[in-house]
């Protein structure tokens, strides 16, 4: 049986080291800061605090996807080194990333036709796309092969749940997640809004909620309803933060009290460049494996 790579994109929001153990290659997006280009490196150019606290200080941030060109220069090396492929892309309802990798796809599927090139659009962002890179890792190395992986996550990607909230504003009205008005008020009544992302793989407010605890606690109440199996769910749980790492350990407190039959502890991470660019500092994310997404 041929050997198979799992790839991803850097937006999957895990470590650099994290990756590398697990035998996942990936490939760089772009952001800028006052028309300054940095590869999304996984914080390895750049500390999170540099960026949100340009951000804070009114830097313009922009992002980029990754180009055809990265994607061949990413799947080249692995084919001709007679392994097969399967890559997993960002959502598609927050870029257009998937598109580019479709046509790198085509392209190197005419180069090694022997190969086995899979191609999934993961309708998921940040380290929910990383606890399903985490997952298909583990299905790996307990031996299943490609074209069953391929299956799996196909069937299984709306599966994979995103809960996060803001205590920051700022950076929702100016991405126009939030409106002006209701950032305006939201601001001045210390509102934190709640949202997921839906079954198209696109982020939607959810709910508007009064007050840090509250939404921490609301956010759990999420992954009650959700989650597989509940309060007895033993899945992996994943939390990301940008420049708010208390309000994450008390996320990661209230996840470990209520659902004490998970695999581990919640693991936190930074959410990364590309990502922080459009959410700015002060946002917190739950990701778990639960109830398929419909809506």
Known sequence: MASYCLTCCSTADLTK????SRGIKYVCFHFSIDGVEYNDDLWQTMRPQDLFNAMSNGADTKTSQVSVGEYIDLFDPILADGQDILH???SSGISGTYNSAQVAVDEMRKKYPERKIYLVDSLAA??????IMETLADFR???????TLYEWITKHRLN???WFFSTDLTFYIRGGRVSKTSGFF???LGI???????????LIPREKIMGKKRVIRRTVEKMEEFAKDGCDYNGKVFICESECMDDAKALADLV??????MNGEPEIFSIGAVIGSHTGPGTVSLFFWGKKRNN
Do not use: A, W
């Not at 080291?17 to 590398?20: P, S, Y």
């Not at 940040?126 to 606890?131: I, K, Q």
């Not at 934190?192 to 696109?202: S, V």
């Open 17 to 20: 080291e994290r990756l590398e």
């Open 186 to 188: 939201g601001k001045m």
């Open 192 to 202: 934190c809004p709640l949202l997921n992302m839906d079954n198209q793989g696109r």
């Open 160 to 162: 994979m749940h995103h």
């Open 141 to 147: 190395d307990r031996g299943c092969d490609i074209d």
């Open 256 to 261: 470990k009290e209520k659902f004490p039959l």
């Open 88 to 90: 997993v892309t960002l």
């Open 126 to 131: 940040s380290s929910g796309y990383g606890l």
